[in-house]
């Protein structure tokens, strides 16, 4: 497809299980961004993967969450141990490199996890 | 002090008018700016650069002021498709360029 696909599109998981949700960016975008947005928050910055270079990870809220992505391509992120706080509309969002580095995000539909 | 403050509203107006919204940020290294909308249970769509000489796409108008560390955006003739919640973005001048999302200003436009 020609936009950014996330997946799952609704997750619903016990407290304390291990949850992977996966972003495929749009084919060429190098930046690719992680964000949370809780019901009625804004978005909260999470992790920023450019091209091959190490990952901004400063936004990661624990030890429990981290994110993979390999070359320019498809991004899991993962939470381990889930808690209720972790309930929340994880978005992905791709960017091409510009000369600036202000290129515009494009979002996916996002990936709205539920934690009982 | 947050990095990207807005009013949350909601801003409740009738439509065709004018409403506008403001937004402030901290980092006075910040760079790039925009408008997104985002609409209910949607995703964040980018809606308008912000260039420092101010721009207009139809009838949004948006501002900077370096100065006082603020961006508007200016609504005319207010459409009921309108209604969303608008978000402040702002970048920073060097380093990841990692942009940071305001809260979101909330608009209602009704008949």
């Known amino acids: 497809g020609a936009g950014v696909s996330q997946s799952p599109s609704n997750k619903v998981t016990e407290k304390g299980k291990d949850v992977e949700l996966r972003c495929d960016p749009i084919?060429?975008?190098?930046?690719l961004y992680w964000y949370r947005q809780r019901l009625g928050q804004g978005l909260e910055f999470l992790i920023y993967?450019?091209?091959?270079?190490?990952?901004?990870k400063s936004g990661l809220p624990s030890d429990r969450f981290s994110a993979e992505r390999t070359g320019e391509s498809v991004s899991t992120l993962t939470i381990q141990r889930t808690q209720q706080e972790d309930s929340a509309v994880y978005l992905c969002?791709?960017?091409?490199?510009?000369?600036?580095?202000?290129?515009?995000?494009?979002f996916g539909e996002g990936s709205r996890l539920t934690v009982l | 002090r947050k990095e990207v403050e807005q009013d949350p509203g909601p801003f409740n107006v009738p439509e065709g008018a004018t409403v506008a919204f403001n937004c402030t940020y901290s980092?006075?290294?910040?760079?790039?700016f925009f408008w997104y909308r985002q609409d209910c249970r949607k995703e964040p769509k980018l809606l308008m650069s912000?260039?420092?000489s101010g721009n207009e796409d139809g009838r949004f108008t948006a501002q900077l002021n370096r100065a006082s560390q603020y961006i508007s955006l200016l609504i005319r003739d207010s459409k009921l498709s309108d209604s969303a919640t608008y978000l402040c973005?702002?970048?920073?001048?060097?380093?990841?360029?990692?942009?940071?999302f305001g809260r979101g200003t909330s608009l209602i436009v009704h008949p």
């Open positions: 969002a791709s960017s091409p490199r510009t000369l600036t580095g202000a290129g515009e995000l494009f």
């Open positions: 973005v702002v970048r920073p001048l060097r380093g990841s360029y990692i942009p940071t």
């Open positions: 084919s060429g975008h190098t930046a």
């Open positions: 993967f450019q091209g091959n270079s190490a990952p901004d």
């Open positions: 980092n006075s290294a910040s760079q790039s």
């Open positions: 912000v260039y420092s």
